[in-house]
């Protein structure tokens, strides 16, 4: 629990930092598909479930999904 | 982060370091701003998939079909819907142990048997499932132009199972569209209504045709997740995440089909002492009613020259005494034309859940235990690669193949014959995939 209370500091702190703002005409690169956070949803979605089927943990990315009978 | 997409999808990464320059893509930019709010696209964004996946030495085969459709039905209004059927064959381990005896154990449905050779890894082979998998969102804009909420809902059925769940995210910009913060909530509904009925915890498995020991038909659980989470632009060329996800589960979490071997404490073998020759030396496993589960997830993506890195690192801990860090890298090598090779790492490492365990002593009580391999202590490490070129305008093709190892440690003392079988396999699997996406 005190890994995630410190995780969440760092998080809750990031927004603060001071980072030059990136401008509207800055982002070509940014708005490129392979700069999605989720560029392969197919891929991800699919490996999401094998992992949750064959491991301990899950979540980190979203919430909810499919509910499944393999684990 | 909502971020349009430039109207070329093969944008070469042009550096604007002259006003000039700047002045041109952000004239670009508002065009291209404006031709989006005139209209919402009449087609519809199609991607699909095959896979199949497959384990070694006879274990679980998989062939997955997914398609998902994306249409953008009013300016910044997004609805999505995917399907997915997942068909499964092939065995899976019973979580007894591999012994120096040949080992006699019953179907669910309590009516069949199958043996298992000294030295084999116990696995039932009567596993055979289908499911179907229905979800959908629908984001749109609330309150003003930097706020938007997607709403999710998703309906899974297999012959023994049925989920149903619906969540909602709200997104706000902040800091010029530099910064976004996520709040979602997500609830689950599941059932279950395994092949047998509801084993009663820690009873033993029958003989074939000897009854069974059950204490209902099905069960239930319900699942609450919270996210919070943060994106935030370091740089022209990063882009950066952090979630923290906090999820309750509470219900029925055992696994009905899963056992766990009582051996003699001096000899490590299965016990021959229940007085009742149709008790066999199996007990049904039994986990706790409640889960509480803690994630700290960070990823980046970086645009170098022309290729982007993707890497993710996951923390994950529950207080069942699980925790694991999962990290995952993306290299985006980009070739000629707009095609594309990208290689998959994955490494992912896990801690024993405080219950499992191999095996329980005769006479032995314990509130929990389990000895299902996925709650040990185990490494899993994917190396993959993927494919993909443009086929026109709109679409693309993509092919992708990856190696699965699973290794497992041994937690606890063992005993006798224990000490000589191989109580933790490795699990070696293979998925092989192909996509085509286009416009509809």
Same mark, same amino acid.
């Given at each position: 629990?005190?890994?995630?209370?410190?995780?969440?500091?760092?998080?809750?702190?990031?927004?603060?930092?001071?980072? %030059?703002?990136?401008?509207?005409?800055?982002?070509?690169?940014?708005?490129?598909?392979?700069?999605?956070?989720?560029?392969?949803?197919?891929?991800?979605?699919?490996?999401?479930?094998?992992?949750?089927?064959?491991?301990? %943990?899950?979540?980190?990315?979203?919430?909810?999904?499919?509910?499944?009978?393999?684990? | 982060?909502?971020?349009?997409?430039?109207?070329?999808?093969?944008?070469?990464?042009?550096? !604007?370091?002259?006003? %000039?320059?700047?002045?041109?893509?952000?004239?670009?930019?508002?065009?291209?701003?404006?031709?989006?709010?005139?209209?919402?696209?009449? +087609?519809?964004?199609?991607?699909?998939?095959?896979?199949?996946?497959?384990?070694?030495?006879?274990?679980?085969?998989?062939?997955?079909?997914?398609?998902?459709?994306?249409?953008?039905?009013?300016?910044?209004?997004?609805?999505?819907?995917?399907?997915?059927?997942?068909?499964?064959?092939?065995?899976?381990?019973?979580?007894?142990?591999?012994?120096?005896?040949?080992?006699?154990?019953?179907?669910?449905?309590?009516?069949?048997?199958?043996?298992?050779?000294?030295?084999?890894?116990?696995?039932?082979?009567?596993?055979?499932?289908?499911?179907?998998?229905?979800?959908?969102?629908?984001?749109?804009?609330?309150?003003?132009?930097?706020?938007?909420?997607?709403?999710?809902?998703?309906?899974?059925?297999?012959?023994?199972?049925?989920?149903?769940?619906?969540?909602?995210?709200?997104?706000?910009?902040?800091?010029?569209?530099?910064?976004?913060?996520?709040?979602?909530?997500?609830?689950?509904?599941?059932?279950?209504?395994?092949?047998?009925?509801?084993?009663?915890?820690?009873?033993?498995?029958?003989?074939?045709?000897?009854?069974?020991?059950?204490?209902?038909?099905?069960?239930?659980?319900?699942?609450?997740? $919270?996210?919070?989470?943060?994106?935030?632009?370091?740089?022209?060329?990063?882009?950066?995440?952090?979630?923290?996800?906090? %999820?309750?589960?509470?219900?029925?979490?055992?696994?009905?089909?899963?056992?766990?071997?009582?051996?003699?404490?001096?000899?490590?073998?299965?016990?021959?002492?229940?007085?009742?020759?149709?008790?066999?030396?199996?007990?049904?496993?039994?986990?706790? +009613?409640?889960?509480?589960?803690?994630? !700290?997830?960070?990823?980046?993506?970086?645009?170098?020259?022309?290729?982007?890195?993707?890497?993710?690192?996951?923390?994950?801990?529950?207080?069942?005494?699980?925790?694991?860090?999962?990290?995952?890298?993306?290299?985006?090598?980009?070739?000629?034309?707009?095609?594309?090779?990208?290689?998959?790492?994955?490494?992912?490492?896990?801690?024993?859940?405080?219950?499992?365990?191999?095996?329980?002593? $005769?006479?032995?009580?314990?509130?929990?235990?389990?000895?299902?391999?996925?709650?040990?202590?185990?490494?899993?490490?994917?190396?993959?690669?993927?494919?993909?070129?443009?086929?026109?305008?709109?679409?693309?093709?993509?092919?992708?193949?990856?190696?699965?190892?699973?290794?497992?440690?041994?937690?606890?003392?063992?005993?006798?014959?224990?000490?000589?079988?191989?109580?933790?396999?490795?699990?070696?699997?293979?998925?092989?995939?192909?996509?085509?996406?286009?416009?509809?």
């Amino acid at each position: 629990m005190k890994a995630i209370i410190t995780m969440l500091m760092l998080t809750l702190l990031l927004p603060a930092c001071s980072l %030059s703002p990136i401008q509207p005409w800055e982002r070509d690169l940014l708005a490129k598909p392979s700069m999605a956070l989720v560029p392969d949803e197919m891929d991800n979605a699919l490996d999401e479930h094998i992992y949750f089927s064959k491991e301990g %943990s899950l979540g980190g990315q979203g919430v909810g999904g499919g509910g499944c009978g393999c684990n | 982060m909502q971020l349009k997409k430039p109207a070329n999808k093969q944008a070469k990464s042009t550096n !604007f370091t002259s006003i %000039s320059g700047k002045l041109t893509l952000a004239t670009c930019t508002l065009l291209q701003v404006t031709g989006q709010t005139a209209q919402a696209s009449d +087609d519809w964004d199609i991607q699909s998939a095959l896979m199949i996946y497959s384990e070694s030495d006879g274990r679980v085969s998989a062939i997955e079909p997914i398609v998902s459709a994306k249409k953008e039905i009013a300016e910044d209004e997004i609805v999505n819907v995917k399907l997915v059927l997942d068909s499964l064959t092939g065995a899976t381990p019973n979580g007894a142990h591999a012994s120096s005896a040949v080992q006699t154990f019953t179907n669910p449905s309590g009516n069949k048997s199958y043996t298992v050779q000294p030295g084999d890894n116990p696995l039932d082979d009567t596993f055979l499932d289908t499911r179907v998998a229905l979800s959908g969102s629908w984001e749109m804009p609330i309150l003003d132009n930097r706020s938007r909420i997607i709403y999710g809902a998703n309906v899974s059925k297999e012959f023994d199972y049925m989920s149903l769940g619906a969540s909602a995210t709200f997104m706000r910009d902040y800091n010029n569209r530099n910064t976004t913060l996520s709040y979602a909530l997500g609830v689950n509904a599941d059932s279950i209504d395994p092949s047998g009925g509801i084993p009663t915890p820690f009873a033993n498995m029958r003989a074939a045709g000897s009854g069974t020991n059950r204490e209902g038909s099905g069960d239930s659980k319900s699942i609450t997740d $919270f996210m919070f989470g943060v994106t935030q632009v370091i740089s022209r060329k990063t882009l950066m995440q952090f979630n923290l996800g906090f %999820s309750n589960t509470s219900g029925y979490m055992n696994d009905p089909y899963k056992v766990i071997t009582v051996i003699d404490p001096l000899t490590g073998l299965p016990t021959s002492s229940f007085t009742d020759p149709d008790d066999l030396p199996y007990v049904y496993e039994n986990r706790p +009613d409640s889960r509480s589960r803690q994630t !700290f997830y960070w990823k980046t993506v970086h645009h170098l020259t022309e290729d982007v890195i993707n890497v993710s690192y996951r923390y994950y801990t529950d207080d069942w005494d699980v925790s694991s860090h999962t990290v995952d890298f993306h290299y985006r090598y980009e070739l000629s034309d707009g095609a594309y090779l990208q290689p998959h790492i994955r490494y992912y490492t896990q801690s024993a859940a405080e219950f499992y365990t191999h095996s329980l002593d $005769f006479g032995e009580t314990v509130e929990y235990a389990s000895a299902d391999y996925r709650l040990g202590e185990l490494t899993t490490t994917t190396l993959g690669l993927k494919y993909a070129m443009p086929m026109g305008d709109n679409s693309e093709f993509s092919v992708r193949a990856e190696m699965i190892n699973q290794s497992s440690n041994t937690v606890g003392t063992l005993v006798g014959d224990q000490l000589v079988q191989e109580l933790a396999p490795d699990l070696d699997a293979v998925i092989f995939q192909v996509g085509y996406s286009f416009r509809w």
